[in-house]
């Protein structure tokens, strides 16, 4: 079964300084994994998806994510945070298979930015 | 164009009280989900349907979670004899079509109090 480890619950970060969100997966196939976003009260929105073509991914407001395979990681990085970054976000893996349509989420990380 | 709703935003339910929780997909999406988000956790995989046939219900925690989606378009979540362990956030999602690399987009959720 494939899953994700997000390895922080919490970073904090200044306006303005870079963003490392940092996540590892755990699958035997090739997999197709994402970034979500949660603000408060609102739906989850995708950020950015892998899916097995170039490696560094770049999603909207300004993030992106680089496919390590040796390092099994998927981390999302953003190199300036602005204040309206501050959310939830969560690392996702998809099923393979008849069940391509299952996603497995993180637990998250929550991103609190500092003036 | 409207996005996912889902209604009631916030429920309060006594122990044993029996709740329904409504997803309004956006419209012609054939894909619907719903997650179960519990606090400080990420969302879980609850079922699945394609226009109205649930085609995986295998999150489903207990036999008290019901889910029908009778014309292909509005979905309802019922729980009966709803407990304490039930308290979370219930997200609905649709997809346009039924291949895994359509996204999801996410409703914002029903917050799900038993007390």
């Known amino acids: 079964a494939q899953s994700v480890t997000q390895l922080d619950s919490h970073v904090s970060v200044s306006e303005g300084t870079p963003v490392l969100l940092r996540c590892n997966y755990s699958s035997s196939y090739s997999p197709s994994l994402f970034w979500y976003v949660q603000h408060p009260n609102k739906g989850l929105q995708l950020l950015l998806k892998y899916t097995s073509a170039a490696t560094l991914v770049k999603g909207i407001n300004g993030f992106e994510a680089e496919f390590k395979k040796s390092e099994t990681s998927f981390h999302l990085t953003k190199p300036s945070a602005h204040m309206s970054d501050a959310a939830e976000y969560f690392c996702?893996?998809?099923?393979?298979?008849?069940?391509?349509?299952?996603?497995?989420f993180g637990k998250g990380t929550l991103l609190t930015v500092n003036p | 164009g409207a996005g996912v709703s889902q209604s009631p935003r916030y429920k309060v339910a006594k122990r044993g009280q029996d709740v329904a929780l409504r997803c309004d997909p956006i419209s012609g999406h054939v894909s619907l989900f719903w997650y179960q988000q519990a606090l400080g956790q990420g969302p879980e995989f609850l079922t699945y349907?394609?226009?109205?046939?649930?085609?995986?219900k295998s999150g489903l925690p207990s036999d008290r979670f019901f889910a029908e989606r009778p014309e292909g378009s509005v979905s309802t979540l019922k729980i009966q004899r709803t407990q304490q362990e039930d308290s979370a956030v219930y997200l609905c999602?649709?997809?346009?079509?039924?291949?895994?690399?359509?996204?999801?987009?996410f409703g914002p959720g029903t917050r799900l109090t038993v007390l």
């Open positions: 349907f394609q226009n109205e046939a649930q085609l995986d």
């Open positions: 996702v893996v998809r099923a393979s298979g008849g069940s391509n349509y299952k996603l497995t």
């Open positions: 999602a649709s997809r346009a079509l039924a291949g895994s690399y359509n996204e999801q987009f």
